[in-house]
C-alpha cells in the first residue's frame, strides 16, 4: 500500500493533499514550520526540519515511506536538493510537483536578476517606491539600498523588528486578486515591484497589477534544481504513484 510524504508549504502541496484524502490515500504533509498558523491539511501533518538528507533518509526508512513528493516552493531549493538525495540513499522513488515559471508577455517591463543580491545591487539607482513581494525572510537584505520607501507584505506579523529604515508594512495571507492589488499598488505609490518567478496563480495577481499600472518589474530568478522527475499537476502525481513504471522516462520541466 502507498504510504506518501509530501513535503509542502505552497497551493500546490494543499491540491495533492486534498487528491490523497479523497483518495484514502495514506500520507503525511510535510510543513517546515515558517508559518505561525500552517493551514490545516486533510491528512495527518508534521512540521519542522529533518535534520538534512541523513534525517530524511532515515525518516523515510523509519516510516516506510513508498513514494516522496516534493511539492515545495521553488525557491526552497535546499530542501528540494535533500529530498533527491535522501529519496536515493533509502530507495523511495521520487517526484516533485512544481508550477511553471511565469513569462513575461510583450506589453510587460521585466528585468531579471539571479538572486536576492542581484536584486539589491539592481537598487543602486535614485530613490523609489518599491513593493518587495518577497515575504519576511529576505526583507533584511534591502537594508543595503536604505534610500528607497519599502512595501512589504507578509504572511505573518514580524516577531522581529524589520532593519529596513524608511518602510510600511502590510499583514495579509491572500487570496490576492488583481483589482486589490492594483489598488495598494496605486495607493501607496510603487515605482517598481520586486518579486521571485514563483510561478503558479496564487501570486500571479501583482503581476497583472503591475502591467495594469506599466510598473516595471524586477524578477528574481529560480534556482538551480537538481534533476528529477517532475509534474505540474496533482492529478499526474497520482497517476505516477498508481503507475510509477509508465511514467519513469518523464524528466525536466
Ligand atoms: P529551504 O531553504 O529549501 O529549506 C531549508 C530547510 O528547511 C531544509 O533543509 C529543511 O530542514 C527545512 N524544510 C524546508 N521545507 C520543509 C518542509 N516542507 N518540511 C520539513 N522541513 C522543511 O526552504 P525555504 O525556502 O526556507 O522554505 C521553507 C518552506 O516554506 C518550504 O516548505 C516552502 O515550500 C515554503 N515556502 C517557501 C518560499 C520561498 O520563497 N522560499 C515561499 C513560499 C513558501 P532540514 O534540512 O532540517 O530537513
Redesign the pocket.
Known amino acids: 500500500m502507498p504510504n506518501i510524504l509530501l513535503?509542502?508549504?505552497?497551493t500546490e502541496?494543499s491540491a495533492l493533499a486534498r487528491l490523497l484524502a479523497e483518495r484514502d490515500v495514506s500520507a503525511t504533509f510535510?510543513?517546515?514550520?515558517?508559518t505561525e498558523n500552517p493551514r490545516a491539511q486533510p491528512v495527518p501533518i508534521r512540521i519542522?526540519?529533518?535534520?538534512?538528507v541523513s534525517?530524511?533518509a532515515a525518516y523515510l526508512r523509519d516510516h516506510r515511506v513508498t513514494h516522496l513528493v516534493d511539492a515545495?516552493?521553488p525557491?526552497?531549493?535546499?530542501?528540494?536538493a535533500?529530498a533527491v538525495e535522501a529519496a536515493r540513499i533509502a530507495g523511495v522513488p521520487h517526484a516533485a510537483l512544481s508550477r511553471p515559471a511565469w513569462r513575461p508577455e510583450p506589453s510587460d517591463d521585466w528585468r531579471s536578476v539571479a538572486d536576492i543580491a542581484g536584486a539589491v545591487n539592481a537598487l543602486a539607482v535614485p530613490p523609489l517606491r518599491v513593493m518587495l513581494a518577497?515575504?519576511r525572510?529576505h526583507a533584511d537584505a534591502f537594508a543595503a539600498q536604505p534610500h528607497h520607501h519599502y512595501l512589504l507584505r507578509f504572511v505573518d506579523a514580524p516577531s522581529q523588528p524589520i532593519t529596513l529604515p524608511n518602510h510600511s508594512l502590510v499583514v495579509d495571507r491572500g487570496p490576492f486578486g488583481i483589482d486589490g492589488d492594483i489598488r495598494l499598488m496605486r495607493d501607496r505609490g510603487i515605482d517598481l515591484v520586486v518579486c521571485?518567478n514563483?510561478g503558479g496563480s496564487g501570486a500571479q495577481a501583482k503581476l497583472a497589477a503591475a502591467r495594469h499600472l506599466h510598473l516595471p518589474v524586477l524578477m528574481i530568478d529560480r534556482p538551480a534544481l537538481p534533476d528529477r522527475l517532475e509534474f505540474h499537476r496533482p492529478q499526474d502525481v497520482l497517476d505516477w504513484i498508481d503507475h510509477a513504471a509508465s511514467f519513469g522516462n518523464e524528466r525536466g520541466v
Not at 7 to 10: E, I, K, P, S, Y
Not at 30 to 34: E, I
Not at 75 to 80: E, G, N, P, R, V
Open positions: 513535503l509542502g508549504g505552497t502541496a510535510s510543513y517546515a514550520g515558517r519542522g526540519g529533518f535534520g538534512g534525517g530524511l515545495t516552493h525557491f526552497a531549493a535546499t530542501m528540494s535533500h518577497l515575504g525572510m521571485k514563483a
